[in-house]
């Protein structure tokens, strides 16, 4: 609704309508290490064509991002796939490998650095158009191994036919 474009708002009493779109961000705790995830979807259950364009990019590049986040590559390189993405889809921006994720959603680290086994990070592409109330994220936190990315919060469904069908199992349980 109104406020998709707002981060961390406080005014939170009015009911979803058909069209909005929810943003859940929400950065977990084990074991004092902390993860950092986000997820949107439509609340009807459905994405209008430009939500479900935006929701689109912003997985590509999500993939494409955690993909290139491999030992010895860097978050220049990450944003480089990430605007060549948006690009593709027509968006403005871009994005690349986010921030780091430890014993905080947001901890410490030099951005600078070359990614490195051990280094753990949050990939959030966004894409928002705030005059159309817009505003896409999907957030993952990722561990950098010699083998390649793995992602930690694999677990949480983020493609778009798992999220329609669980927003329509949801709404359909309460009828």
């Given at each position: 609704?109104?406020?998709?474009?707002?981060?961390?708002?406080?005014?939170?009493?009015?009911?979803?309508?058909?069209?909005?779109?929810?943003?859940?961000?929400?950065?977990?705790?084990?074991?004092?290490?902390?993860?950092?995830?986000?997820?949107?979807?439509?609340?009807?259950?459905?994405?209008?064509?430009?939500?479900?364009?935006?929701?689109?990019?912003?997985?590509?590049?999500?993939?494409a991002i955690i993909a290139a986040m491999r030992v010895g590559a860097t978050r220049s390189d990450t944003a480089r796939v990430g605007r060549e993405i948006y690009a593709k889809h027509g968006f403005p921006g871009?994005?690349?490998?986010?921030?780091?994720?430890?014993?905080?959603?947001?901890?410490?680290?030099?951005?600078?650095?070359?990614?490195?086994?051990?280094?753990?990070?949050?990939?959030?592409?966004?894409?928002?158009?705030?005059?159309?109330?817009?505003?896409?994220?999907?957030?993952?936190?990722?561990?950098?191994?010699?083998?390649?990315?793995?992602?930690?919060?694999?677990?949480?469904?983020?493609?778009?036919?798992?999220?329609?069908?669980?927003?329509?199992?949801?709404?359909?349980?309460?009828?």
């Open positions: 609704g109104p406020n998709v474009n707002v981060w961390h708002y406080a005014k939170n009493g009015r009911q979803y309508r058909d069209g909005d779109l929810i943003v859940m961000d929400y950065g977990g705790a084990l074991d004092y290490l902390a993860v950092d995830i986000t997820r949107t979807w439509p609340v009807a259950g459905a994405f209008t064509e430009v939500q479900l364009k935006a929701y689109r990019c912003a997985l590509e590049a999500q993939k871009g994005a690349g490998a986010g921030h780091y994720v430890g014993m905080s959603t947001h901890d410490v680290g030099t951005s600078g650095l070359p990614f490195a086994p051990g280094m753990v990070i949050a990939v959030e592409p966004i894409v928002e158009d705030p005059s159309q109330q817009l505003h896409v994220r999907i957030e993952d936190t990722v561990l950098i191994t010699e083998g390649g990315p793995e992602v930690l919060t694999s677990g949480v469904p983020k493609e778009v036919d798992e999220i329609l069908a669980l927003v329509r199992q949801a709404r359909a349980s309460k009828r």
